[in-house]
């Protein structure tokens, strides 16, 4: 089934200095239980992208649909995830993860039953009653992603969710996320500059071009064995890693 529809979708800016084409005719589809990851050059249009589908900022052009409905602003079918955490500070971890649910009017024992799963589900048992000032970086991640994925969302809409982390801590998440995601049947648009976080967790990558952002390829991922840190080094990925780096790399402007 399809989750995400996106046809022949433009964006144009209004700016001081005259009106800027920031993506151009794009089209793709994101099937239930799929992991879909745009990578693209810097200011190709990638984060505009996803915030018109997150109904953040009105298209210029096309139809976006989610589950076949028509997107016209932001809704609790999509879970969005950004690079800042996004916690709110005077709430514990536990809380949170219910504050969604809550706006929901779900009871209050069914809500504390769920945010426990999905904080447990990212590893932070210990740490439900904690405030997210006293978190690190990658913990106060987790309990986003935890709190999107208690929600229910129809797709989850990350822009660079672990742009902020340390090369280490990233490479955990990632792993974290693919086993999340697959735990959950999750369906996922994820953005990234990191080409090995790409082919990681994503089941096709779309390339982009350069802006004005249109879709230059899309491919599928195919690895064989485990998609984790012992992946990044295997033949296939290897390829896989140059094909993309080719299609991003001809279109830099020297
Ligand atoms: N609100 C806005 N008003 C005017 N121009 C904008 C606005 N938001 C983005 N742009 C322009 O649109 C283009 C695409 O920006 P966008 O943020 O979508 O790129 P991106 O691919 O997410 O880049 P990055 O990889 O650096 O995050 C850029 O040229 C940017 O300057
Ligand atoms: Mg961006």
């Not at 809500?111 to 447990?120: F, G």
């Not at 229910?152 to 902020?164: K, R, S, V």
């Not at 049947?185 to 990234?192: D, E, M, N, Q």
Request: aromatic share 6%; hydrophobic share 40%.
């Amino acid at each position: 089934m399809e989750k995400l529809t996106v046809e022949h979708v433009s964006k144009i800016y209004n700016t001081p200095n005259g009106s800027l084409l920031a993506v151009k005719d794009v089209s793709f589809t994101v099937e239930e239980g799929e992991f879909v990851v745009i990578v693209g050059n810097s200011g190709c249009g990638k984060t505009s992208l996803l915030n018109m589908i997150g109904g953040l900022e009105e298209k210029t052009e096309g139809s976006i649909r989610v589950s076949g409905q028509e997107v016209t602003g932001p809704g609790p079918d999509r879970g969005m995830v950004f690079q800042g955490y996004s916690l709110f500070p005077w709430l514990t971890v536990q809380k949170n993860v219910e504050f969604g649910l809550k706006m929901r009017g779900i009871d209050a024992k069914t809500r504390a039953e769920t945010a426990r799963k999905y904080v447990s589900l990212v590893g932070l048992e210990g740490f439900a009653d904690t405030l997210p000032d006293a978190l690190s970086g990658g913990m106060k991640q987790r309990a986003a992603i935890a709190r999107t994925l208690a929600n229910a969302p129809e797709i989850l809409l990350m822009d660079e969710p672990f742009g902020a982390l340390d090369a280490q801590t990233r490479i955990v998440m990632q792993e974290l996320l693919a086993r999340v995601s697959r735990e959950t049947g999750s369906t996922v648009l994820f953005i990234t500059h990191d080409i090995d976080e790409a082919i990681l967790l994503g089941t096709r990558i779309l390339v982009m071009s350069r802006r004005p952002g249109t879709v230059q390829k899309i491919l599928p991922v195919s690895l064989p064995g485990k998609r984790d840190h012992t992946a990044l080094t295997s033949p296939e990925f290897l390829a896989l890693k140059r094909e993309i780096m080719d299609l991003l790399w001809t279109e830099q402007v020297l």
